[in-house]
């Protein structure tokens, strides 16, 4: 068996003379059917025994691919019977064929049930009344059954214009009627009419390709569709179909028989299809309907069901589904193999000479392959120079089949001596370091087992899934995202991306120490604990091992180590502190980690959900990072200083306001009710616009002030301004309402003036993860939620929306913990607790009722966790004493844990 390949592939040959024991329930219906008084109630108890006892026998652990057949059997015995009760005088002239997977013989307990009823050439006058009885008596007895009716002509005409149809009409099945008619269809859509072999397998494979675009090119996404994802049945069925077209092969086994699989390789793809099968078998019996999507609704469930139980360091269903990425990436590793066999015997030009590209490898017909059977034997390294050779001839469309094979088969030469081998050393980091196809040839070595042998440690996040809505693809393929992101980032045609980034990235003195980084950043997960310091001793280790400097390997180290440093740092503290920009600068030491650290943080949060990254993000990072690369520049023994960042800032808004034409009278009043904290927290464009609305508004005026905007001089999200005079509930109502109207609350800055009012600005994005650019749909938050501020005394709204489906499966225990904020005389407040909708609002609402004052919240979403910070004091604006602590920390906990058990 491949190494890393799940143990899906070690399972014995699945017997095949099980097929031809007949089902004796089945066999009972021949006699129990006909001589039924009530037909309709008599068939519909038939499916439902049989079902029931199908369900039995899964549970038994009977072999599935009996309990698939034995389920046509069920059907097509119903069927039969049916159609000769309703048939009548048409049974004669009419076809009734199965079609599809049904015609194929497989059916699970509620797949698709697809038939045709084939017609004569010339119609026959009376059937259409006859065949609505068939239908409508199917359906009253519990079958869903998917019809078409249709002449010879229908199908070749369908057949040829849709290559979807000519799959299904070529795994037809006769049912019941003529022979020479269904010979006939046959006959019509052979081949030579219609759909060579050739243009079938290019078609089905551009069909293959569209599939696997739809679901990102990715067999390893959270919720895997069991059927459709890459990896999947239809993997495996296309390489039947495409067996069946050219070889008219009817089994698996033909394919072993026509030497394009090894008895060993039949084995594992019969096994491999089993387990597929048992898992879509479960989801049909766990739902009740035709559900082929592993959801975390159902992913528990089936993990208890299949036997998994919870480890130290992997809960059971993470080992349940990297068991099915594993098998999923078996399936593509074999799906690939035999594509490139097929092509090689129906497209490839027979005589295409072979042009010589190294010592082992030459091109034949635009595909690499070995000079020889032994080359790996003889030349191990060969190994790791089969992916170099790819990237150095861009042309090759791919690897040849033999080649494929033989690499899975020589992957046992990749051991200790092959490791510490320096050729081998300096082929990987050539492999790094080439100008063109780092992450294309990473994925293939991963795919053919070579990555997870050269780097042990990697293979074993091989599959490994973390149970989370965070992390949206499993550790291996998460990890070559972040490399596919790092590489974006040097590439000119991606320059329109993030240009900046791609600037800093061509700045870097070695690229590949990224990639290294990227590669190492989470292979420790699943080991318990730190995963980030675990992985930098082995990032450390291999590089040094690799023969790179010192210097270079606890740079790899330093960023392993750090990966997730900047992210939380920049959503969880206030950047704008220079404290904070001051320390970060002081644990990054000098611009070149500064440089390396950003890339990596983008790099691997764009690469952790697709759903996880926004504009706001970008521009959080981005501003965070300049404050930092600041400091650098001064000097880390000259660090920022508080008063002279408050008089430029003061300097800069001032310069804005005058170039408003803002009269400069106006200007301190507003300011003088603000303390340095504000000036140190905003931006000159976000505090000369504050100024430009509030120096047009009457000073009698108590009214809520709501504006919405592009957030001024930063972009990446719509700010919400909201200046309130008595702040009962100001903040609790304020998030209630944004939520209420679909707005993701990014940052929330509170600042209480000295006059009793409260200045507040909230960076907001649509749930789409794009900021506001509808003018109207701004009008109309700053009217709703003016309104909703202007209700004296009113409670905080609730929230109705409804909490996803994904974030339900879930239980995150509220955590609450305190720390101190010194300097700036604050008491720092983080909640851990499920997010959902109205949460905000929530604590708002607790904070006033404990009279503890909110000055500051950053936002922090992980998957279905809420990781938020508060910064709190309190009514005299000190910090929180034990005792406060204590009874705000009991009241968070109570109120949310009872929530979320209402939820």
Known sequence: MRPGFTEASEGPLPVAAAAAIPWAFVAGLKDRLPAASEPLREFRAALEEGDRELARRFHADEPVETLVRDRALLVDELLVRAWAMHAGAIAGDLALVAVGGYGRGELLPCSDIDVMVLLPQSEQPGWTTALERFLTFLWDIGLEIGHSVRTIDDCQREALADIGVATTLIEARLLAGPEPLFSAMRRALAPDRLWSARDFFDAKVREQAERHHRYHDTAYNLEPNVKQSPGGLRDLQTIGWVAKRHFGADTLQELASHGFLTVRELAQLQSAQSYLWRIRFALHLVTQRREDRLLFDHQIRLARMFGYEDATYTLAVEQFMQRYYRTAMFVSWLNELLLQHFREEILADRDAPAVPLSRYFQERDEYLEVTGEDVFVRNPSALLELFLVLQQNPALKGVRANTIRLVTQNLWLIDEEFRQNPRNHRLFLEILEAPAGVTHELRRMNLYGVLGRYIPAFGRIVGRMQYDLFHA?????????????????????????????????????????????????????????????????????????????????????????????????????????????????????????????YLLTVADVRGTNPKLWNSWKATLFDEFYERVKRALRRGLESPIDREQLVAETQSQARELLAAAGVDAATIDPIWSVHTDTYFLRHSAAEIAWHTERLAVREAADTSPLVAVAEQPGRGGATVVLVHTRGRHHSFARTTAALDQMGLSIQDARITPTTDGASLDSYLVLEDTGMPITDRQRMAGIERQLAQALSERNAAAPAVTRRMARQARMFTTPTQVTFSDDAKNGRTILEVVAGDRPGLLSEIGKLLWDQRVELHGAKIMTVGERAEDVFYVTDEMSRPLEEERRTALAEALQHALDARDAAA
């Open 473 to 597: 693809y499993t550790v291996d393929a998460h990890t070559l995202f972040v490399v596919s992101n790092l590489r974006r980032f040097a590439l000119e045609r991606y320059d329109h991306e993030f240009p900046k980034l791609a600037e800093i990235f061509r700045s870097l003195p070695k690229p590949q120490l990224a990639y290294l980084a990227a590669i190492f950043h989470d292979i420790a997960k699943g080991r318990g604990g730190d995963h980030s310091e675990l992985g930098a001793v082995d990032a450390e280790a291999f590089c040094l091992e690799q023969g790179l400097s010192r210097y270079d390997a606890r740079l790899v180290a330093w960023l392993v180590r750090n990966h997730l440093m900047l992210s939380v740092t920049s959503q969880k503290q206030d950047i704008a502190d220079p404290q904070v920009v001051n320390a970060f600068a002081r644990e990054v030491g000098d611009q070149a980690r500064l440089d390396y650290l």
